[in-house]
Each structure stands twice: as structure tokens, then as C-alpha cells.
């Protein structure tokens, strides 16, 4: 079956230093999702890339999907202490994209 | 606050129990998902319904069941639990499924422990 792998599992920075995580599919993904979730609360949908190669930003925050749709990232520029939190990248294939797998996220920390 | 609400909060049974977890999508919603997040496993989708209807299984155990009633609040049973059961279990909701451009939103969660 799909296995979504995520990585780094933990990334400590300064403060204002970039963060960039990786998420990559065993199969072909239809869509991807990111999420964010801080420490005691509950994730919140980021956003949904959907088309090969495609690119989307959010302000500091920049999202890829792989031209082979099989890997994404998400990319923080200039980390502030509120980004703080565990981010997780969710793939979607099968027939009705019916199989939903999430990867195990990686924790950001920022120091001041 | 997502809009979502989900009861209780939390939740203390013993092995072998069985408990129904409550969830009421956002207004007009009409999908709604389960996940269970514990520390060893993470975020795991378990299963999800659009108006009423069944549409997507993820890893759910035989033990677990859910549904969605006609007015759209859903309700997960899990049953003759085990301690590895002992989990944070989200619902989510969507005005639509998967495959079209739309958010999910989550509620609180619900914490169950297994004594």
C-alpha cells in the first residue's frame, strides 16, 4: 500500500532562519495536503496541491508538488517564533483518492 | 474555534469497554472524517462520510464502526477496547470530498484513555 515518509522528524532553528520539510509517496499521489498543528491543539488545514509541478505560496510559507507527483515540500522563509508547531503533508491516491496517508510530520521549534 | 465540536473531551474506560465519540460538522458541511493521532502511530485516517453515506476506509479497525446521521452529526463507536487504543481522536469536516479544492476543518479532539 502507499506509505507517505516525512522528513526530518525534528528541526530546531533561530529565529529567522529559513525551514524547509519533505514529504515523499511510495506511489503516485493524486493530491497532497499540508497541515499544521501546534503543540496541544489540533491540526489546521494549510493547503492543497492538486497538479504536477505545481507551486503555491502563502505569504512566508512556499509549497511544491514533484513533477512526478510522488514528493512535495513546504518551505518557511525567515522563521518567526509563531511557527512553532508539528506540520504534516497528507497524499491521496486510489480509485475516489480513497487512500489517505499521513506522514509522521516534523516538529519545528524556534529559539528567539 | 473551527466550528466544529466534538464530546466529551475526554474520556477514562477500561479494557474491554466500549465508548461513542461524538462529532457535529460545521454548518453545511456535509463530510465528515475520523482520524485517531496517538504517539507511535501519529495522524491515522480512519474513515469518512458525505451526506449520510460511507465514502472512504482508511486503517479502521473491525472493532471501531462510525455513521453519519441525517443531520449530518456523526458518531464513532469503538468497541471491546485495548489499551494500545488509547489515542487523541479528531473529526474533521469539508463542504465537499476529496479531489476538490476546499479545506477541512478539525475539531478539539476527544482523549481517550484505556485503563
Known amino acids: 500500500g502507499q506509505q507517505v515518509m516525512q522528513i526530518p522528524q525534528y528541526q530546531h532553528v533561530q529565529e529567522g532562519e529559513d525551514f524547509t520539510t519533505y514529504c515523499n509517496s511510495s506511489t503516485t499521489l493524486s493530491n497532497i495536503q499540508w497541515y499544521k498543528q501546534r503543540p496541544g491543539g489540533h491540526p489546521v488545514f494549510l493547503i492543497q496541491?492538486?497538479?504536477?509541478?505545481e507551486v503555491k505560496k502563502q505569504k512566508r510559507l512556499t509549497f511544491q508538488f514533484g513533477e512526478a507527483k510522488k514528493n512535495s515540500s513546504l518551505h518557511i522563509t525567515a522563521t518567526q517564533t509563531t511557527d512553532v508547531g508539528t506540520y504534516f503533508c497528507?497524499?491521496?491516491?486510489?480509485?475516489?483518492?480513497?487512500?489517505?496517508?499521513f506522514g509522521a510530520g516534523t516538529r519545528l521549534t524556534v529559539k528567539p | 474555534d473551527s466550528g466544529v465540536t466534538q464530546t466529551p473531551k475526554h474520556l477514562i474506560t477500561a479494557t474491554g469497554q466500549r465508548v461513542t465519540l461524538r462529532c457535529s460538522p460545521r454548518s453545511g458541511d456535509l463530510s465528515v472524517y475520523w482520524y485517531q493521532q496517538s504517539l507511535d502511530q501519529g495522524l491515522q485516517f480512519l474513515i469518512q462520510y458525505y451526506n449520510g453515506e460511507e465514502r472512504a476506509k482508511g486503517n479502521i479497525l473491525e472493532r471501531f464502526s462510525a455513521q453519519q446521521f441525517p443531520d449530518l452529526h456523526s458518531e464513532l463507536n469503538l468497541s471491546s477496547l485495548e489499551l494500545g487504543d488509547s489515542a487523541l481522536y479528531f473529526c474533521?469536516?469539508?463542504?465537499?470530498?476529496?479531489?476538490?479544492?476546499?479545506?477541512?476543518?478539525f475539531g478539539p479532539g476527544t482523549r481517550l484513555t484505556v485503563t
Open positions: 474533521a469536516s469539508s463542504v465537499g470530498g476529496w479531489g476538490t479544492d476546499y479545506e477541512q476543518y
Open positions: 497528507a497524499g491521496h491516491s486510489g480509485t475516489n483518492n480513497n487512500d489517505m496517508r
Open positions: 496541491l492538486v497538479k504536477s509541478g
